[in-house]
């Protein structure tokens, strides 16, 4: 596994990380996301890609905050201290909720860490404000300031770059799987 490369989708019970992943390999049809918030108890790995060097995996993580449980976030724990080539967590934000204090807290744990992250805002078809640019606009706000004063991974390969995807409505998956690519090597810039 030592070639592989790998991302992690992280967010709240609600964020929709499963559904987002069924968007965005539609064909891997054991991905089977849940009504229910909080389905996810464990991480789930998906495998991309089948030439040398350039295999991905995908990691579902249980979502935090809300319904989650010790044990699922000493998982998360073991896995981001442990996993081999993470090169981003995408920090999944469901944009009719947006920030939450569990958000700032995973965050600043992944900074710890040194792990890179992105923001992505899902649901953004059902967002309440109606207006796609307010809800661009508070997250790019979270993410600066989440950013401000950090030092490290955070700052050395990111520029607050914001995504938001609708898993109903494909708004945002080319641009987040683009993204995924390129923060792997898998594409040239």
Same mark, same amino acid.
């Given at each position: 596994m030592a070639n592989h490369k790998q991302v992690a989708f992280a967010g709240r019970t609600n964020a929709g990380k499963s559904s987002l992943l069924k968007a965005l390999i539609p064909e891997m049809k054991i991905i089977k996301p849940s009504k229910k918030p909080g389905f996810t108890r464990k991480i789930y790995f998906y495998g991309v890609g089948s030439k040398p060097?350039?295999?991905l995996i995908l990691s579902d993580l249980p979502g935090y905050g809300y319904g989650s449980t010790?044990?699922?976030? !000493?998982?998360?724990?073991? /896995?981001?201290?442990?996993?081999?080539?993470?090169?981003?967590?995408?920090?999944?934000?469901?944009?009719?909720?947006?920030?939450?204090?569990? !958000?700032?807290?995973?965050?600043?744990?992944?900074?710890?860490?040194?792990?890179?992250?992105?923001?992505?805002?899902?649901?953004? !078809?059902?967002?309440?404000?109606?207006?796609?640019?307010?809800?661009l606009d508070l997250l790019m706000r979270f993410s600066k300031a989440s950013r401000k004063g950090v030092m490290g991974?955070?700052?050395?390969? /990111?520029?607050?770059?914001?995504?938001?995807?609708?898993?109903?409505?494909?708004?945002?998956?080319?641009?987040?799987?683009?993204s995924i690519m390129r923060h792997c090597g898998l594409v040239s810039e």
């Open positions: 060097g350039r295999e010790t044990e699922q976030g !000493d998982v998360i724990l073991e /896995y981001l201290r442990t996993a081999a080539n993470l090169k981003m967590v995408y920090i999944l934000m469901d944009s009719r909720v947006l920030e939450m204090p569990s !958000d700032k807290q995973v965050i600043a744990l992944l900074d710890t860490y040194g792990i890179p992250w992105q923001i992505v805002g899902t649901k953004f !078809d059902r967002a309440r404000s109606g207006d796609p640019a307010h809800v991974a955070s700052e050395q390969y /990111y520029k607050d770059e914001i995504i938001v995807t609708s898993d109903k409505t494909m708004v945002g998956v080319n641009e987040l799987k683009w």
